[in-house]
């Protein structure tokens, strides 16, 4: 058995080919995985193997170093069924536990395929990461709506709101970028840097204005290019509580309607949160409660 890593776009396309294999509910084109597999931005930088026994890869594994936080992020790990419990997937997960440097099963904050490991479609993959001094720190859940059957105009009513909420175009490029900078996820400031230049002039989301001052963002059509693909969303906590964060939401809702997307769904929402009670009332449902997962050695 060699772990070799993955240097060559003709090893990207036998990696491509093994994920969809194993993870066959993620319905990503080779395009999603190289936009992962190819990281190598600021401090990001995705590290990539794979396991081969006479020439037929049997193993994959990939994570995103950051290297300034010190921190690893692995974005999946696999191993083909035929091949388990002969510490093929031991092997891969090794090349990735750097020295003194955190090292988590979740999905890398500038990006990312699956968001944590769900356990009821994959119970040995929690008992081999609990078996090599991983525990559970988090939950990440995933939650969808059918858009065939959203209906806007059952949300409108006759409030009056001192805000505005406005489609996002040029002007408020900027501002956007200064939002986003405060939330606590300083890193939905580069994915969004990334995606308005990957879809110039295409539809990225909404914002909410007082006093021609941007206080909240909803996006859309920003990781991975996926139009689908609901997030992030930002309100400024000084204007919290005033529904910003549901009319933002529902004016994405109805753009993505309009643009022929069938669902919209977001990959993680955080457990507990007034935000998921709050996409539950707009029609919401989970579909996916994954374990976020830390290496304690």
Known sequence: MKIIKVTSF?????????????????????????????????????VNYVAIENNTVVGIISATVLEEQKSVYINFIGVIESYRRQKVGTSL?????????????????????????????????LKFFKSKGFIEIDRAISMKIDLRTFKYYNFINNEKYSYEIKEFNDYY???????????????????????????????????????????????????????ERFGPIYVSDNFRGQKIGK??????????????CKKSYFLWGENNSIALKMYEKIGFIMYSNMSVLKYIN
Not at 94 to 101: A, M, P, Q, T, V
Not at 107 to 123: A, F, M, R
Request: hydrophobic share 35%; aromatic share 16%.
């Open 93 to 125: 997960l090794n090349k990735i536990l750097y020295n003194s440097y955190s090292i988590y099963f979740s999905g890398c904050p500038n990006g990312y395929l699956i968001p944590g490991l769900d356990e009821t479609k994959y119970p040995i993959g």
């Open 247 to 260: 009319n933002l939401t529902l004016s994405v809702l109805e753009k993505q309607k309009e643009l022929g």
């Open 173 to 227: 490029y900027l501002d956007v970028l200064e939002l986003l900078s405060v939330s606590d996820h300083k890193e939905w400031k580069d994915v969004f840097i990334k995606a308005y230049i990957d879809n110039s002039k295409k539809h990225l989301g909404y914002v909410a204005t007082y006093d021609n001052k941007v206080i909240g963002f909803a996006g859309f059509n920003i990781v991975s290019c996926d139009k």
């Open 10 to 46: 003709d090893n990207y396309q036998k990696f491509y080919s093994l994920f969809k294999i194993m993870f066959t509910e993620f319905k990503y084109n080779l395009k999603n995985i190289n936009q992962i597999l190819n990281t190598n931005i600021n401090n990001y930088k995705t």
